[in-house]
């Protein structure tokens, strides 16, 4: 079935001596606060137009340092979450370099209660306080309205407090039909009824004999060489195929300094390229797989942290050169057409079937996770999508390039479809705008542990899931 596919090119990095990195990261701090705070003061004004305590009527205030005590007012500024636990990179570099690192905590939050909520601006910063705190959830970087007074030691007690919600969402097929007219073409066309997405991630090819066998089956599937006519019928109704990220396990570690110190003991001594220290198998067999499902359904590979490819966001697309079979699906380097095999960013936004998708394989909700309490990774999900950030604790805590000019991950248009792979179960929920804009959220669990696969319907956004198991039945639809 065919598939109508438009992807932005909205997380590339310039290329060659353009892209450095000199700048210092506080200019992205502002560029995100000057980008969302005429959307937030928006919310803010219409919801508190008329509120008042007693006789005193909420007043705006333009700057952090502008807020009287005791006088009631509103002010826009940057979240910023002062925790004890949190890495602090000017620590890091203050200590020796060759301190074994500690392991990555699961959580960044105190449980004594030390952990301090600020807001900050081009002025000065301000402590926050107040029980409405308790029920709200905040990370640095994300961008708020806060109504409330100064009390006598200085700190802002808020009593209400507002984000930007949810941007305007095109309506579908908006931005394939306007390409259309610039190109000359007729502004509408007949549609087809569009096919089934299959969502996918962290496949984790290791290159052990023992991870083929569900990897098999989903190929199986995909290619509509399962036995049950059911399931192939099912597998015909799929146009399209997005693997958020992790396709490959985490390859080997650094050695350190101790280890390194022991071979140089032991008398081995190794210059230049070390063909020893490379296992080409994992590739090798993702290539292969992609090949053998590129010749009937186009793919879409976005990295994840554990892809060849740079750490910090936004990742650009894995090379092709680890392709060698699937590359030739690709387009050539001088084409902006994408082929029918699409390696991304991450994260990415793509217009598949008329709908936009945003996806991410994962890293910004697993920092959001460390910040507050909770298990709730679908409402970190939803509460991105109202921040309109795509990685809002980035760069504190999650590393990026030092964007200058404006902040790419402010998100400008709400997408219809959202997805983040990577992560420890299945869920999806639909969440709407006070526009009405609505956009399906889709978790995505790591495949090589759950063996499930989630389908979903170009035309209802419904999600289907088809799950694989080694053990007992081949393949069972959910």
């Known amino acids: 079935m065919p598939s109508a596919y438009n992807p932005k090119d909205s997380y590339s990095l310039p290329k060659g001596e353009r892209k450095h990195y000199q700048q210092q990261y506080a200019d992205m701090y502002f560029a995100r606060l000057a980008q969302l705070k005429p959307a937030v003061e928006s919310v803010a004004s219409e919801a508190w137009a008329d509120f008042s305590i007693g006789k005193d009527k909420v007043q705006r205030v333009d700057r952090v340092l502008d807020v009287r005590q005791g006088e009631l007012c509103w002010v826009v500024g940057t979240a910023f979450m002062e925790m004890p636990l949190k890495p602090n990179i000017l620590d890091d570099i203050s200590k020796d370099h060759w301190i074994a690192a500690p392991p990555p905590r699961e959580k960044f939050t105190s449980p004594d209660g030390v952990d301090q909520v600020m807001l900050e601006d081009e002025s000065g910063r301000l402590r926050l306080t107040g029980e409405y705190l308790k029920d709200c959830l905040l990370v640095t ?44 073409k007729a502004q509408k066309q007949k549609r087809e009824k569009s096919g089934k997405i299959a969502l996918l991630s962290g496949l984790g090819f290791s290159g052990d004999a023992g991870d083929l066998l569900i990897l098999d089956l989903l190929m199986e599937f995909l290619l509509g060489e399962s036995a049950s006519p059911a399931l192939q019928e099912q597998a015909a109704q799929v146009s399209r195929i997005v693997i958020a990220g992790n396709s490959l396990s985490h390859g080997n570690p650094i050695p350190s300094r101790d280890d390194a110190a022991a071979r140089q003991k032991s008398g081995i001594r190794k210059y230049g390229y070390d063909s020893g220290a490379y296992n080409a198998a994992p590739t090798d067999r993702l290539d292969a797989f992609l090949s053998a499902l590129l010749q009937s359904i186009p793919i879409t590979m976005i990295p994840g942290d554990q892809d060849p490819t740079q750490t910090s966001l936004p990742q650009q697309p894995i090379h092709p050169a680890l392709f060698p079979s699937s590359r030739a699906y690709m387009s050539a380097p001088d084409d902006l057409t994408p082929g029918w095999f699409h390696s991304t960013t991450n994260p990415a936004e793509i217009d598949i079937d008329g709908n936009r998708f945003q996806i991410t394989g994962g890293q910004p909700v697993d920092d959001i996770y460390k910040y507050v309490e909770g298990e709730a990774r679908l409402e970190m999900m939803e509460a991105m999508m109202r921040w309109r950030l795509m990685a809002p604790t980035a760069p504190d805590t999650l590393w990026c ?31 709407e705008g006070h526009l009405g804009q609505k956009c399906r959220m889709v978790m995505l669990p790591k495949f090589r542990d759950t063996g499930e696969l989630v389908l979903l319907d170009s035309e209802t956004l419904e999600i289907e899931v088809v799950k694989f198991a080694v053990h007992g039945n081949d393949a069972g639809g959910g």
Request: net charge negative.
């Open 401 to 431: 390039y030092p964007f200058q000019d404006g902040d790419q991950f402010v998100l400008k248009e709400c997408p219809h479809v959202f997805v983040v792979g990577n992560q420890p179960r299945l869920e999806s929920t639909v969440i």
């Open 141 to 184: 970087g994300c961008i708020v309205a806060v109504m409330g007074t100064e009390n006598a030691n200085g700190d802002f007690e808020i009593i209400d407090m507002k984000v930007p919600d949810l941007p305007r969402q095109p309506e579908r097929w908006a931005r394939d039909e306007g390409d259309n007219a610039v190109k000359g």
